[in-house]
T-cell receptor, first 116, second 113 residues
C-alpha cells in the first residue's frame, strides 16, 4: 500500500541548532516527493519538491531535502533554525497519478517547536 | 501570486444540517482538491476534480459530495452533517503539468454540534 511515515510527531530544537525531519515512503512506482509547511492558522506552503535529477533539492527559507531511493527516504534539513520556523511540516508523495488529477499522499506531520 | 480562497475560516453547524464549503482559485488551474486534516492523521483526500463537471473520489468520500460547475470554483457538500465531520477542511488547486505545485487555501475549521 502507498504510504508516508513521519516517525517524529513533535520535535523541539534550540534556535540556531540544525534540524532534520524524517520522512519514509512506500510507493510502488517512481515517487514524486514534497515537503510542505503549515504555520498556525494557515494553509500549507510548499517548501520544496523532487521529481527527478539531483537527489539533493534546495527549497525556500533555507531548507533542503535529500532523496535516498535505497532507504525510501526524503528527509528535510536546515543548518540553523530560526524561531519563525516553528510550524507543522508535512511530507507527501505522488506518482503517475499525480499528473492524473494530482493525488498526493501525506504523512501525519511533524510539529516543530523552537526554544530561544 | 496564486490565490486559493475558501468562503469561511470558521463554521459552526448543527447535526443534520446541509453544509456548503466553497473554494475559488484564480490561476485557471485544471485540478482542484478537497482534503480533510485531523491531528495525527495528516491530510486525507476527500474528492478531486480534473475538469469542469468531472470528479473523482479520494480516500474518504463517504458523507461528502462535490460540485464543479465552473473551472475556478469547487464546492464540498455535507448532505447531513455529523459530529464526526468536525475537522479542518483544506482546498487546493494545481495546473495540468506534472511538475506543477498544489497550492492550498487557508482552510475552514468546521465544528458540527
Amino acid at each position: 500500500a502507498q504510504s508516508v511515515t513521519q516517525p517524529d510527531i513533535h520535535i523541539t530544537v534550540s534556535e540556531g541548532a540544525s534540524l532534520e525531519l524524517r520522512c519514509n515512503y512506500s510507493y510502488g512506482a517512481t515517487p514524486y516527493l514534497f515537503w510542505y509547511v503549515q504555520s498556525p492558522g494557515q494553509g500549507l506552503q510548499l517548501l520544496l519538491k523532487y521529481f527527478s535529477g539531483d537527489t539533493l533539492v534546495q527549497g525556500i527559507k533555507g531548507f533542503e531535502a535529500e532523496f535516498k531511493r535505497s532507504q525510501s527516504s526524503f528527509n528535510l534539513r536546515k543548518p540553523s533554525v530560526h524561531w519563525s520556523d516553528a510550524a507543522e511540516y508535512f511530507c507527501a508523495v505522488g506518482g503517475i497519478a499525480y499528473n492524473q488529477g494530482g493525488k498526493l499522499i501525506f504523512g501525519q506531520g511533524t510539529e516543530l517547536s523552537v526554544k530561544p | 501570486d496564486v490565490k486559493v480562497t475558501q468562503s469561511s475560516r470558521y463554521l459552526v453547524k448543527r447535526t443534520g444540517e446541509k453544509v456548503f464549503l466553497e473554494c475559488v482559485q484564480d490561476m485557471d488551474h485544471e485540478n482542484m482538491f478537497w482534503y480533510r486534516q485531523d491531528p495525527g492523521l495528516g491530510l486525507r483526500l476527500i474528492y478531486f476534480s480534473y475538469d469542469v463537471k468531472m470528479k473523482e473520489k479520494g480516500d474518504i468520500p463517504e458523507g461528502y459530495s462535490v460540485s464543479r460547475e465552473k473551472k475556478e470554483r469547487f464546492s464540498l457538500i455535507l448532505e447531513s452533517a455529523s459530529t464526526n465531520q468536525t475537522s479542518m477542511y483544506l482546498c487546493a488547486s494545481k495546473g495540468g503539468d506534472i511538475t506543477d505545485t498544489q497550492y492550498f487555501g487557508p482552510g475552514t475549521r468546521l465544528t458540527v454540534l
